[in-house]
């Protein structure tokens, strides 16, 4: 007599649906960070349609690394939002940085759910290719959710992203979208690079290094990512 | 030159019933004011067959036929209603003359190019007003006076069709307009009762007692006798009869506000009542600016409430457009975010109009919000977060660090796409970024020197290891907040890079933010 595991059809049907969800996983499209070496990280670009966190302590290059992203974009024509929890955000360096800030909506919400509501706002609406959460400031300044409440934040704004096709990268200092995150580029400090132009004239902070390592959603490895000014600027 | 005057017949009941489309078949009588001695001067067919006619009272009417509704005009309908009939003629010509209300001269000279026939301009100018909801009688001329004439005319014959006879007049009649060649003015009037030039009463009483009853009558008489004993009023009367100007036309400035307004029978005190009315005034508006090309920029929202109160209510799109379900949902958010208080009794609707603007989307552009969507949104975003903090960073007109501010975010959402912005850069890096501490903090700073060698903000910082600086920048000495200050970039002991700043004035240190 055969012996047949019961739980064959089940197994399989699981392997199944596995090996679409990789497969769907690889053909999802792909949006440049503006930066050769983070799009090597994350094997091609941000996931659209997923929730990408950039974790990392301050002076890390955290906020250069989304900032680039919003240059490419805002450089291919797109509009894009920054949802600025904390109101850190700086235009005079986004511009430096080559972000065309007239395509830039900037909200300042006050604390994480309210970031989240606006993050789904901008979303349902259509039209912004790359959806910034700025959460570091927020979760700095006390004002976080409670920890249950914040679980369901991280889901309204997975599935907001979702069905908005969009790229939403939050800013973090330690890891929040969990398992929904499509991709996370954790970064850390790196060595400062200091320029002068005159022997006993004023120097000038040049480049700020930065270590990244992808976390999930592509490669294993790590990469420098160096933040510094332009030749000459 | 070639005039065109355009007339509403019964004019306050016409603007009442354009309010009030469910009085389009009532036996409607309007009143000159609200009490019972007032006289009526507009009757519909309807109430007419019943018995009611111009000049009776308001009493007299409601006795002579008790299930007449006898309505007095509000004065916001009646300018909205004539106020539309003004857009039809802008939209044809931009010299036109609001000579009263429910009648407008404008001139059409130079249009037959482009419409063809006088003809054909006057049943434009029909099917426009009834577009906006006015049945109108067109009569054009070579000039004013017999351009009004003519539409006195047109609005005779529309009675005459619906009783009996013709009129035999060289002019070209069709329908509800009268066109008078050119040069043929004099050969129109002549068959004309004189009732038709509107004399004034003590000089038509004069003309009758001579046994003259007709223009052509009149007109055949020497002019210097008609001055010698009429007067000036007589020689005018006189060149109206011969066809002659009497008037010259004098187009009146160009208007950019529009208004529509509805005063309610009974109070409304729920949101969605009020939007049903505010939805039917956002609807008329938007046939007047079809007129235009133009679509709503701004919406000014007038309520009257009661017990004499008023409350505004400003609404400011980031493109025009014509969608009035875009408008009524900014004005819902509006109304729900700041209530009036009290039932309201009327609504008037002021539009600022804006040139639509047409975008068409390249076939491999970027994506883009829609702009009425996007209006949405941002509405619904300033009522989440305040209406000041949510916009496109501007730049003001200082080198004060960090004035920015928001403005109306408003991109130019253009198609086109650069093929240069899609290659990936090769670059790995960027120049730094700074996180602003709004407001800056307070730092301890330790110096030697002029330079300095410790920092703690807040919980973090420590010995400074490197240090760029001082940027020296003042300003604003002219104004009552001057600012002078020194700004350093340095970087500490625990791997943080702060912008910190000495301000030279108030002589205390403060961190402007971090760089990331």
Known sequence: MMNVN?????????????????????????????????????????PQGKVSEVVGPASSGRTGVVTATVAAATARGEVVAWLDAGDVFDPTSARAAGVEIERVLWVRPRGIEETVRAAELVLETGGFTVVVVDLAAAAAVGRGAQRSSEASLRLRLARAVERARAVALVLVEKPWAGTLAGAAVVLGRGALQWGQGEPAGP???????????????GARVAAAWQQQRAAGA | MRIAALRIPGFPLQALRRSMPELAEAPLAIAAGP???DQVVAVSAEAAELGVCAGMTAAQARQVAPEALVRVTPHEVAVAADEALGDVAGGCSPR????????????VGGLQLRCGSDERIAHKLVRSCRHVGLEARVGIAGNVGAALVAAQVACAAAHVRRGEGTSSSPASCHGDTVVVPAGGEREFMAPLPLELLDPASLLAEVLARWGLHSAGALAALPREEIALRLGQEGVMLHRLACGEETVAFVPDPLREAMREGVEL?????????????????LSRLTQRLELRGEGFAEVMLELRLEGGMRREYHIKLIAPTREVTAVLALARLQV?????????????????????????????????????RLAMTLARLAALVGPKRVGAPAAPDTHRPDAWTLAPFAPVLHGGLDPRATEPTSRTASPPVLRMFRPARAAEVTVAGDRPVAVRVDGFGGAVVACAGPYRCNGEWWSEQPFARDDFDVATADGVVLRISFDRLERR???DGVYD
Not at chain 1, 22 to 43: F, K, N, P, Q
Not at chain 2, 265 to 281: C, K, M, N, Q
Not at chain 2, 350 to 365: D, H, I, K, S, W
């Open chain 1, 203 to 217: 120097r000038w902070l040049v480049a700020i290094a930065a270590d990244a390592r992808a976390e999930r959603g």
């Open chain 2, 336 to 372: 729900e975010a700041s209530p009036p208080g009290a039932p309201v009794e009327g609504v008037v609707a002021q539009v600022v109009p804006g040139r639509l603007r047409l975008t068409q989307g390249a076939l491999f552009g970027p994506p883009l919000p829609a702009p009425g």
């Open chain 2, 265 to 281: 029978e009974f109070s409304l005190g729920d949101l969605e009542p009020f939007l049903f009315v505010a939805s039917g005034i």
């Open chain 2, 96 to 107: 036109v003359k609001r000579r009263q209300p429910g009648e407008v001269l404008l001139d």
């Open chain 2, 509 to 511: 240190w403060r961190a």
């Open chain 1, 6 to 46: 019961p739980m064959a059809p089940a197994l399989e049907g699981f392997r199944q649906a596995s090996q679409r969800w990789v497969e769907r996983e690889r053909a999802r499209v792909r949006l440049t960070s503006g930066a050769a070496a983070i799009d090597a990280l994350l094997g091609g670009g941000w």
């Open chain 2, 35 to 37: 009490c019972a001695r």
